[in-house]
């Protein structure tokens, strides 16, 4: 709400009246006392009277209320745009009603949906405006053209398709995925890493790397859960790493699906994670340099890579660099930087479950230990073998035998 006060200079500077409540100095200037989109008690310009500042009052309001939805005054005074939400304000209500969700996913969901609105044109302003097969072509083209993988460019649609969701009754719309045709990105099957891979990467890694990277491939954990570890998951007398979401409300950290589990520690990782313990006065196990968790392993492990002389060489990709109004998209080849696709965290989590397959442990431990919600998921996760030893070989010979011509 907007209210006019006179301004004027007293005995220990300026001051402020609120109009109405006694007479008005002589030689005051009256000024609307209003609050802005973005929140922010503003000031207007003097007028010389109150009744002219109270004229202005009622302007400065209706532009006030316009700017808070993203409309011009004449939008918000139209009466045909009685009703309609204004995209603004459903992102808006989109990210309050998911702001319980993992910070991780807030920052996506708000990466994508300001994309959306820095790249919409200006006749796109209401929900239902976007729910054509036009708006969301047009945003489509836009995340082409700025070269995004196929994966992001999906994300990032099915952030908007659910937005709109939430307005069905409002657009009509109720399946506003079926209005386009997104790039279908090629489903990779996760390859488990070899030894030699393992050997190759832990030989370039210092002492913290190697507990991180090692943690990772001794637990199978997502990389959640590995920032959010804390000393308080790990039971030194059990050997087993709780994953868990008690005690961490102030991040938003829950377990996927919502389900806890025990994993239990190899004797290495036990008896590294004792002595980090000795030292360690964090309430996490794994932090960056300001103290907090690290939520950077991914960054750091591509970079591991290419120490390691593991990239591909062949894959581009395009990065935004510069800082500020500097900042500009930038093609890049795994050749010469840290950005190879062959290289990512769950790799390692699929060589962990690989691994204990072929150490003997049960299936149904494994499925446990990495979380699935059945055991259909954990068989297709589990990598198929790459490497013939001469048990296996001796092994396929024999079913050979027995099924060729006679």
């Given at each position: 709400m907007a209210s006019v006060y006179a301004r004027f200079r007293g005995s220990e500077g300026w001051e402020y009246q609120k109009v109405g409540r006694g007479r008005p100095p002589k030689n005051a200037k009256f000024h609307v006392r209003f609050t802005d989109a973005q929140g922010r008690r503003r000031w207007s310009q003097p007028f010389n009277t109150p009744q002219e500042a109270e004229k202005n009052a009622s302007g400065v309001a209706v532009a006030t209320q316009a700017a808070s939805q993203g409309l011009t005054v004449a939008e918000f005074q139209d009466i045909t745009n009685a009703g309609r939400t204004t995209l603004k304000v459903a992102v808006e209500r989109f990210l309050k009603l998911h702001r319980n969700d993992r910070p991780k996913t807030i920052q996506q969901y708000e990466n994508a949906l300001n994309s959306l609105l820095g790249n919409l044109p200006n006749s796109v302003r209401f929900v239902k405006d976007l729910a054509t097969a036009d708006a969301l072509d047009t945003y489509l083209e836009t995340l082409e053209r700025d070269e995004y993988a196929k994966k992001t460019i999906e994300t990032r649609m099915g952030i908007v398709f659910s937005l709109l969701k939430g307005f069905i009754r409002e657009t009509g719309v109720q399946?506003?995925?079926?209005?386009?045709?997104?790039?279908?990105?090629?489903?990779?099957?996760?390859?488990?890493?070899?030894?030699?891979?393992?050997?190759?990467?832990?030989?370039?890694?210092?002492?913290?790397?190697?507990?991180?990277?090692?943690?990772?491939?001794?637990?199978?954990?997502?990389?959640?859960?590995?920032?959010?570890?804390?000393?308080?998951?790990?039971?030194?007398?059990?050997?087993?790493?709780?994953?868990?979401?008690?005690?961490?409300?102030?991040?938003?950290?829950?377990?996927?699906?919502?389900?806890?589990?025990?994993?239990?520690?190899?004797?290495?990782?036990?008896?590294?994670?004792?002595?980090?313990?000795?030292?360690?006065?964090?309430?996490?196990?794994?932090?960056?340099?300001?103290?907090?968790?690290?939520?950077?392993?991914?960054?750091?492990?591509?970079?591991?890579?290419?120490?390691?002389?593991?990239?591909?060489?062949?894959?581009?990709?395009?990065?935004?660099?510069?800082?500020?109004?500097?900042?500009?998209?930038?093609?890049?080849?795994?050749?010469?930087?840290?950005?190879?696709?062959?290289?990512?965290?769950?790799?390692?989590?699929?060589?962990?479950?690989?691994?204990?397959?072929r150490s003997g442990i049960n299936l149904m431990d494994?499925?446990?230990?990495?979380?699935?919600?059945?055991?259909?998921?954990?068989?297709?996760?589990?990598?198929?073998?790459?490497?013939?030893?001469?048990?296996?070989?001796?092994?396929?010979?024999?079913?050979?035998?027995?099924?060729?011509p006679k």
């Open positions: 399946h506003p995925s079926k209005l386009v045709s997104l790039p279908e990105p090629v489903q990779k099957r996760a390859k488990a890493y070899s030894n030699e891979e393992i050997a190759k990467l832990f030989e370039v890694m210092n002492a913290e790397e190697k507990l991180r990277y090692l943690f990772f491939l001794h637990t199978g954990c997502r990389e959640q859960e590995v920032t959010y570890a804390t000393w308080d998951d790990v039971d030194f007398r059990q050997r087993k790493f709780h994953v868990t979401g008690d005690g961490k409300q102030d991040v938003n950290f829950v377990p996927k699906n919502h389900e806890e589990r025990w994993i239990p520690l190899t004797t290495e990782l036990y008896e590294l994670l004792k002595e980090r313990k000795s030292k360690s006065m964090t309430r996490w196990i794994f932090i960056n340099e300001d103290g907090k968790p690290e939520g950077h392993f991914l960054r750091k492990f591509k970079a591991i890579a290419k120490k390691a002389g593991l990239n591909c060489g062949h894959c581009k990709t395009t990065m935004t660099e510069g800082k500020y109004h500097a900042r500009k998209r930038t093609k890049v080849s795994c050749a010469i930087r840290p950005v190879c696709e062959k290289h990512y965290l769950h790799r390692l989590r699929k060589t962990c479950a690989t691994r204990w397959l494994i499925r446990t230990w990495l979380g699935h919600a059945s055991l259909a998921v954990t068989q297709i996760y589990l990598a198929d073998s790459e490497h013939i030893d001469s048990h296996m070989q001796a092994r396929l010979d024999s079913a050979g035998r027995h099924a060729g």
